[in-house]
């Protein structure tokens, strides 16, 4: 029972370290990254109070160096999907009743814990899991994760605060209670902060939660779930259930009590998951609740008037920064006529500077795309524009995964502006570049917004303010997150929130009061002071 009117810590976003040469947060993770080198460790499914080791070993390997092993995690079945919802349920019953103060301070101290004692371990596994250089994973799983922690408390409690207006002789109060059963999260491999938020959100508005992370992440979610339980985390509200999707989906869309999914990942997933959702519809106690990011085929459009120097600069890190493995990559750029020359030079100094190579090299700035598959994918585009008359390779194009899937940071300049990799996610790093007439800036804004089915993030380069009021208002709805004079990626929680729709998603804007209320269902109370003893109005009054 809460006996006071609590006011969480106000939230500011956590300070991104440098890690430069001889600095002590850099001579912590040097060595975090080694002792985590050294050792091969055994990753559990986390079910109820249990770590199961289900004995199914699956191979846990830097992307940078594949022959390494750094552990194994250990693969569950149907049975565990049915035992992690029952100890989710189970936990429900006091989890939900909990007062709002006391969730939200487990998660104020998950967050203190990753800005302190486990900051260099999670972005050791975060660098060697998913080939993250340093900076990178500091921007993601500490920093980004951080702010979630932190910044969703804040929304909560302005969640919380806003109450209806009442009348003389009434009270009339809001609650927002947590969903009816438990909520499912699917998490990517790319971003640490995305698979922590997408399983602590819902579970901070009372929520219980199946948590799957892609197999490509575990190595950092198990740091996440042991942070959890550290920070006091009652068993059974977060599930870490490691199995593939759709043996789990089959288990988990078919239950009486399947509350909503929160989900990061492809498009064609989600789609498949939400017309699954709607063929059960009638076997929820409930209609779930079904937030989703997807896909992204970002733009970065440029005007005559930009300077040269500042667009290079933003596409080389829009588009090759971990190595384009984000869904807000700068993946296609429209460059008027008269700049490209001046572009391509700068960009090819640049990535002529550039290393590649492992991240334990803190001078590398490009490491491994994630694995087989995805390298695969990606060259597969490579391969076909080399042998295409429609398009050019103006930089990089080569890759090899003899001891990591590496691939060389690649510029397409394409003579069609429907040509294949100017359309496709590719998620890899390929910028595809179309020059358009410096006249015709017009003319190429709805090119841009009918070139592919997506609408995540996208940028503008102008020193135009009539240029720049154009294009915002014609490509209104081809991104949920728009930069003026900045690359499209790197969004801050509590700064931009993040989310786009289309075919990107539902815009639910994680890292914002807009997702927490997606997982509460309102109930409004009225209460009468004085109570009316007769059935007659005024009006009924005799002349």
């Not at 079945?77 to 007062?99: G, H």
């Not at 080569?398 to 590719?426: M, N, R, W």
């Not at 490509?475 to 499209?488: C, E, Q, R, T, W």
């Amino acid at each position: 029972m809460s006996l006071g009117i609590f006011k969480a810590p106000a939230p500011k976003n956590e300070t991104v370290r440098s890690y430069v040469p001889g600095s002590p947060e850099r001579l912590e993770l040097q060595k975090a990254l080694e002792e985590a080198r050294s050792k091969v460790i055994e990753i559990p499914q986390y079910i109820g109070s249990e770590e199961i080791f289900s004995g199914n070993r699956q191979k846990v390997t830097p992307p940078h160096d594949h022959q390494h092993v750094l552990g194994y995690f250990h693969q569950g079945s149907k049975e565990d999907v049915n035992k992690a919802i029952a100890a989710a349920l189970k936990a429900r019953k006091t989890w939900a009743k909990m007062p709002w103060e006391h969730r939200a301070a487990i998660f104020l101290k998950a967050a203190d814990l990753i800005a302190g004692p486990y900051r260099a371990e999670i972005n050791a596994a975060t660098m060697l899991g998913q080939s993250k250089n340093a900076y990178q994973a500091e921007i993601d799983s500490a920093c980004e994760l951080i702010d979630f922690l932190r910044m969703n408390v804040n929304y909560m409690t302005e969640i919380y605060h806003q109450q209806p207006a009442s009348s003389d002789g009434v009270w009339n109060r809001m609650e927002h209670r947590p969903l009816e059963g438990f909520v499912f999260a699917i998490t990517p491999f790319n971003f640490t902060a995305i698979a922590g938020n997408l399983a602590a959100a819902p579970a901070l508005m009372g929520n219980v939660v199946l948590w799957k992370p892609a197999f490509t992440q575990v190595y950092a979610a198990h740091v996440i779930m042991k942070v959890f339980r550290k920070a006091g985390l009652p068993d059974g509200v977060i599930n870490m259930i490691l199995i593939d999707g759709p043996e789990a989906g089959e288990i988990i869309f078919s239950h009486h009590e399947f509350a909503g999914i929160h989900f990061t990942g492809s498009t064609k997933v989600f789609q498949e998951i939400w017309k699954n959702i709607g063929e059960n519809i009638a076997q929820y106690k409930s209609f779930p609740r079904i937030v989703g990011e997807t896909g992204g085929k970002d733009f970065v459009l440029v005007h005559k008037s930009a300077d040269p120097k500042a667009v290079a600069t933003g596409l080389v890190r829009g588009a090759f920064e971990y190595q384009g493995q984000k869904c807000s990559a700068a993946s296609r750029a429209y460059i008027p006529s008269n700049l490209w020359d001046e572009i391509r030079s700068l960009m090819l100094k640049d990535l002529d500077e550039m290393k590649m190579g492992g991240v334990e090299d803190f001078g590398n700035f490009i490491n491994a795309v994630i694995d087989e598959r995805s390298f695969d994918k990606i060259t597969s585009y490579i391969a076909r524009a080399r042998e295409s008359n429609d398009v050019e390779i103006v930089a990089g194009g080569t890759y090899s995964k003899d001891s990591g899937y590496f691939i060389e940071p690649t510029i397409l300049l394409a003579h069609q502006a429907d040509y294949v990799t100017l359309c496709e996610e590719i998620f890899g790093p390929v910028l595809t570049v179309y020059i358009y007439d410096e006249n015709e800036f017009e003319q190429i804004i709805p090119v841009i917004d009918s070139t592919s089915p997506y609408a995540l993030t996208g940028s503008i380069f102008s020193k135009d303010r009539a240029a720049i009021l154009y294009a915002s208002e014609n490509l209104v709805n081809a991104a949920g997150n728009f930069y003026i004079n900045d690359k499209p990626t790197g969004a801050v929680v509590g700064q931009q929130p993040f989310g786009g729709a289309r075919g990107s998603g539902t815009n639910d804007k994680a890292g914002s009061m807009l997702n927490l209320l997606r997982w509460v269902s309102p109930r409004a109370i009225k209460e009468t002071f004085v109570e009316a003893v007769d059935y007659k109005y005024p009006f009924l009054r005799s002349e």
